[in-house]
């Protein structure tokens, strides 16, 4: 009988020998369905077994580093799920972790896999506010966190498990020391199977236009799902992994906890409290970096500085969690050699769409359905599926294995998102005549003017263009002749000042590169507001444009 490990592996086998011919990929790949499957314990601590190969290797910015073999990871992964089994952690229940870049943050991962027990991933950014509604609605009964977060559950009610990292013999009252994990038992026992679908991971998505929603993952939809990362990201065996991302959110999971280790890939981290350019190339140079991975805001920071420090770029470079403007990928082409590579996913989902190795890269595309995924785009009005643009879907008459299981706690959200056959992303896309897609914008950010159709974000690409934008983001704004006209919030580079003179500029990029009616009629300068994800908050945006400003330009002063 074929055990779930051999089913994993001769799925993940398929994508390594096809890497680089998407069409073989595609049309080959039939995702794993094993009736019981724990990733750690059937596949990591498989992978393990005598691997003194390093899993993880963490850099600190005062020069410390943190390297664990395979070998080692699976150890101390038994020894915390036993303690946490006598600290009362069993199948199904809720641990909340919130957790940095350490060590710790891997080790709870597996063993709480091992357990059973569904994982509450939560970025240390959080508050006591944040955090009471996680605890309420997730119905958390354990909490992992850094020791010198103790202090914002003093007024998160619950009666939970309270466990501190890092505080050792000084831990809070009422905290259990992590430490202790490390003298539970070395042999470690499973209480039973780990059935596919059931629950692993529950996230609290970001939230940019509503109340976060609250993802459901399964024991497959994860870490067998994130087989199409693996492939989209390009790795191998061996290969030196880094993916810059905030613990507490999907793309973490995706790319330096599921996707390298699918791959035996080490996952490499370089911990900073300041964005630094050089420094970063420097650590990616010594650690011998082959694969990376940034989000767009990392990839704007790093054209900003010289890019040929790096003296060995990665063999694959990606990008994830926006669109990449087509300017920052021209330069990193220009001194690395490299083509950043896009990808479109979800956290209610692994990798869907991406510019995967050896295709054919148009500028602008985001391209091709993964393998595994059957991606139509519905009909704004119908909802019919095949249209060229249209609001990306997943087809549902062969369950993608990467998709969540649905929206924890809200059935009619859940209902209405997977109505009609199709999981409905709320991201608006469109198709060539090459099967490639472009990423058009969310489904509520897309607006009306003089009743054309507006994408902010082929707006907000042109603005990055110019030399003095850093950041840009679109939003519509009232106008008694238009209904609504395309307003920009500017952050601006270094050297450049908020003033008239700059808005006058902008303001002829704009005229000199976008059509008449996609120009942008307003601006202002300033910051933009964020989720703790980094994702901006565009309803803000929205709301402080419909209420005025004074800080405003407008287009019309500059005739």
């Known amino acids: 009988m074929t055990t779930a490990t051999e089913l994993f592996r001769t799925a993940r086998d398929f994508l390594l020998e096809h890497r680089e011919d998407y069409t073989a990929a595609y049309e080959g790949f039939r995702w794993p369905r094993p009736r019981n499957f724990n990733w750690a314990l059937d596949w990591f601590d498989v992978i393990a077994d005598g ?40 199948p199904e229940d809720r641990i909340l972790v919130m957790l940095g870049n350490q ?26 506010a944040d955090l009471r509604d996680r605890v309420d609605r997730g119905r958390v009964k354990h909490v992992i966190v850094r020791a010198e977060d103790t202090g914002k559950f003093d007024d998160v009610p619950g009666d939970y498990t309270r466990v501190a990292v890092g505080g050792g013999a000084a831990t809070a009252p009422g905290w259990r020391p992590y430490e202790d994990v490390y003298t539970a038992s070395g042999a470690f026992t499973p209480d039973g199977p780990t059935a596919a679908d059931d629950p692993l991971m529950l996230y609290f998505t970001s939230g940019t236009t509503a109340r976060p929603k609250l993802v459901e993952h399964t024991h497959v939809s994860y870490p ?83 890019l040929a420090q790096l003296a060995t770029p990665p063999r694959e470079v990606v990008a994830a969690g926006e669109p990449l403007n087509p300017e920052v990928i021209e330069q990193v082409r220009r001194v690395w050699g490299r083509t950043i590579r896009d990808g479109f996913g979800q956290t209610e989902t692994a990798v869907q769409v991406s510019n995967s190795p050896g295709q054919v890269l148009k500028t602008g595309s985001m391209g091709r359905p993964s393998p595994g995924y059957r991606v139509e785009l519905l009909d704004p009005v119908t909802g019919a599926p095949g249209a060229d643009e249209g609001e990306i879907a997943l087809d549902l008459s062969e369950h ?23 999981y409905r992303t709320g991201d608006i896309g469109a198709r060539d005549e090459d099967g490639y897609l472009t990423y058009v914008g969310r489904a509520d950010d897309v607006f009306k003017a003089s009743d054309y159709k507006i994408s902010p974000f ?22 008694e ?40 009629r307003r601006l202002e300068f300033g910051e933009l507001p964020k989720t703790v994800s980094g994702k901006i908050r565009r309803i803000e945006l929205r709301e402080a444009t419909a209420a005025g400003s004074a800080n405003e330009y407008r287009e019309e002063d500059f005739r």
């Open 103 to 128: 060590a710790e943050l891997w080790e709870t991962a597996l063993a709480a896999m091992k357990l059973r027990a569904v994982v509450i991933p939560a970025t240390t950014l959080l508050g006591p």
């Open 51 to 90: 691997n003194d190969r390093t899993a993880l290797h963490i850099v600190e910015e005062d020069g410390r580093e943190v390297r664990v073999s395979f070998a080692e990871m699976s150890a101390r992964s038994d020894r915390v799920a036993n303690r946490l089994r006598e600290w009362g952690v069993g």
């Open 481 to 520: 002749l238009r209904l609504a006209v395309p307003k920009a919030y500017i952050v601006l580079a270094a050297g450049w000042e908020p003033g008239p003179d700059t808005a006058k500029v902008l303001f002829e990029h704009s005229r000199q590169t976008l059509a008449p009616y996609k120009r942008v």
């Open 224 to 306: 067998v799902g994130h087989l199409a990362t693996m492939y989209w990201i390009g790795l191998t065996p061996g290969d030196v992994h880094l993916n810059i991302s905030s613990p507490g959110w999907a793309k973490h999971a995706w790319s330096n906890l599921f996707a390298p280790w699918n791959a035996e890939a080490t996952v490499f981290l370089y911990n900073y409290t300041r964005f630094d350019a050089s420094r970063l190339m420097a650590e990616m140079d010594r650690a011998g970096v082959t694969t990376f991975c940034a989000p767009p805001t990392v990839w704007r920071m790093l054209i900003q500085a010289d």
């Open 458 to 479: 082929e707006l907000e690409s042109a603005l990055l263009e110019h030399e003095a934008v850093a950041e840009a983001a679109v939003v519509p704004a009232p106008d």
């Open 400 to 422: 993608p294995v990467g998709l969540m299981t649905g929206y924890h706690g809200d059935p009619d959200r859940t209902a209405e998102a997977m109505a009609g056959g199709y």
